[in-house]
């Protein structure tokens, strides 16, 4: 298991380690199961901590021919960095520079009366079309226009595209319970879905590409596949099903790995309090370490006493409060481990390392919301294929 830090941050107090490789092959797995339908990879917030730009290069070059990010601000800084691909933005607010994200080819997803307006008027502007997906509420109740709504919105925009000043190229939704397949909403939103696509259609409006499915519906509902399907993270290699399936039994592998140094050891005696509060003590005699990473890197608060950690190939807990900075280990009476021995705090199952789902379960979130979270405080470090 390699985990010495690579020299340029040999020094540093912890780093995250990206695996480009292990990107691109999930795309690769993601675009089998999903074979007929293009694959879109989300590379919103920082790709969930992976980093947009090389995550969004590993997922083209696994065969994503789409790309996705949430805000606006995200596309056009992919676009800035040298990124081609078709690239799909969904939020932005009244006010947003609408012309840039025309300029820089993006397509926008509208889902109200203003937005395409507000599209319209920077298209009519700029004497060009602007590419737009329709988003329609099938259940989910948030984004997407709903009902009457709906029908009023495919109006608006079949005026729009016959007159020239946009380019309606989809129709999208989400689903609120992709990751319960048997659930069934899943089936109902389907059905509003195709009854959404049926009256574009009838508005002149049928070649468009339709998308529906996330990560958990890629991989679960082949029916939800339609033209493009929008996985985000399995992308990353972790299961978007953890009750149902690990990563590695979807084929996936995880991309991202959360790395330090114990940068002290030393013996305390039995019953020493330990960090903030002494929410943990000492049994026996026993030697600590400090590993200098805290919730300001991005380890939950919450994983005080609960989150785990590799140390010398044992699978620690962290001793007491997680701090901003740090957190302790108890490594047991006369543990051999020595100040700059690697610890794995966030890793790959395969290896028995920790992994974001571990730290998931340990603290009553889920993976998303641990990965994505890994703070920008930790450079990150890639791995080429
Ligand atoms: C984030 C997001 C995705 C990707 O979801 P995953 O569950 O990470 O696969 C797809 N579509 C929309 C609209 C999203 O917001």
Redesign the pocket.
């Known amino acids: 298991m390699d985990t010495q830090p690579p020299p340029a941050v040999l020094g540093g107090t912890g780093h995250v380690e990206i695996d480009l490789g292990a990107i691109a092959d999930n795309v690769r797995e993601l675009a089998r199961v999903a074979e007929g339908a293009e694959v879109m990879a ?1 590379v ?1 917030a920082d790709a969930y901590g992976h980093g947009a730009f090389p995550a969004a290069r590993a997922a083209l070059a696994g065969g994503a021919t789409w790309l996705g990010v ?1 805000q606006l601000d995200e596309a056009l800084a992919l676009r800035a960095a040298g990124i081609t691909a078709p690239l799909l933005t ?1 939020l932005y607010a009244p006010g947003a520079d609408l012309d840039a994200a025309i300029l820089a080819g993006l397509d926008l997803s509208v889902s109200a009366p203003w937005s395409l307006d507000a599209v319209v008027a920077a298209a009519r502007e700029r004497g060009t079309r602007a590419r737009i997906h329709l988003k329609v509420d099938t259940g989910l109740t948030r984004g997407g226009a709903l009902g009457s709504g709906w029908s009023a919105l495919v109006d608006a925009a079949a005026a729009a595209h016959a007159a020239g000043h946009v380019e309606v190229v989809g129709v999208w939704s ?1 689903f609120a319970y992709a990751d319960a397949p048997a659930h069934p909403t899943v089936r109902a939103q389907q059905e509003v879905f195709d009854d959404a696509v049926a009256e574009l259609g009838r508005a002149g409006l049928g070649d468009v590409r339709r998308h529906l499915a ?3 519906a890629t991989l679960t509902n082949p029916a939800a596949h339609y033209d493009i399907v ?5 992308v990353y290699g972790l299961s ?1 099903i953890p009750d149902l399936a690990t990563s590695s039994e979807l084929g996936l592998r995880e991309a991202m790995r959360v790395l330090a140094r114990l940068v002290l050891v030393k013996d305390v005696p039995a019953g020493a309090g330990v960090s903030y509060g002494h929410t943990y003590h000492t049994a026996s005699d026993t030697r600590v370490g400090l590993v200098p990473l805290g919730y300001a890197d991005g380890l939950p608060r919450a994983a005080s006493n609960a989150g785990p950690i590799l140390v010398g190939g044992r699978r620690l807990t962290v001793a007491g409060r997680v701090c901003m900075d740090q957190v302790v280990l108890d490594l047991g009476p006369g543990a051999t481990d020595a100040v700059g021995d690697p610890v794995v705090i966030i890793g790959r199952a395969e290896d028995g390392e920790p992994t974001a789902q571990d730290w998931a379960d340990a603290t009553g979130t889920i993976s ?1 919301e641990i990965v994505t979270r890994i703070s920008s405080r930790l450079p990150r470090v890639y791995r080429e294929p």
């Open positions: 989300i919103k949430a969904w989400h996330n990560s958990a929008r996985p985000g993270l399995a978007p998303y």
